[in-house]
């Protein structure tokens, strides 16, 4: 089983559901979590995880912040590029559009390195 260790003060309480979540998951000697690069699984389940909730700037910024404690180093360029995206339009430079469109650009990203709603 992979544990996380870089888990955000904020979300302390939800890491019991999310820590609940990766012990279904099945882990490879490999470095990936159910046939995914670990670094990218995690910050593509996070942001599965929390997108529908990320209505608000704050909630956004969190969001981001999540999942940008993983994908600077996956090894896969489409989600560190934009986990990036996403972060910077999160912070206010973007608007509901802006925001979007770097949402599903990330969404795009995970499916791509092989994420399915079967993670």
């Given at each position: 089983?992979?544990?996380?260790?870089?888990?955000?003060?904020?979300?302390?309480?939800?890491?019991?559901?999310?820590?609940a979540a990766l012990?279904?998951?099945?882990?490879?000697?490999?470095?990936?979590?159910?046939?995914?690069?670990?670094?990218?699984?995690?910050?593509?389940?996070?942001?599965?995880?929390?997108?529908?909730?990320?209505?608000t700037?704050?909630?956004r910024?969190?969001?981001?912040?999540?999942?940008?404690?993983?994908?600077?180093?996956?090894?896969?360029?489409?989600?560190?590029?934009?986990?990036?995206?996403?972060?910077?339009?999160?912070?206010?430079?973007?608007n509901?559009?802006?925001w979007?469109?770097?949402?599903?650009?990330f969404?795009?990203?995970?499916?791509?390195?092989?994420?399915?709603?079967?993670?």
């Amino acid at each position: 089983m992979t544990i996380r260790t870089r888990a955000p003060r904020a979300l302390l309480a939800p890491a019991a559901l999310i820590l609940a979540a990766l012990a279904a998951c099945s882990t490879e000697d490999d470095g990936t979590v159910n046939g995914m690069e670990q670094e990218a699984y995690f910050a593509c389940e996070d942001f599965i995880g929390g997108y529908e909730s990320a209505q608000t700037r704050q909630a956004r910024l969190d969001l981001a912040d999540t999942v940008n404690e993983w994908a600077p180093d996956s090894g896969i360029a489409p989600i560190r590029d934009t986990a990036v995206t996403l972060a910077r339009v999160a912070d206010g430079t973007g608007n509901e559009e802006d925001w979007q469109l770097a949402a599903d650009s990330f969404a795009q990203a995970c499916l791509d390195a092989g994420w399915n709603e079967a993670n």
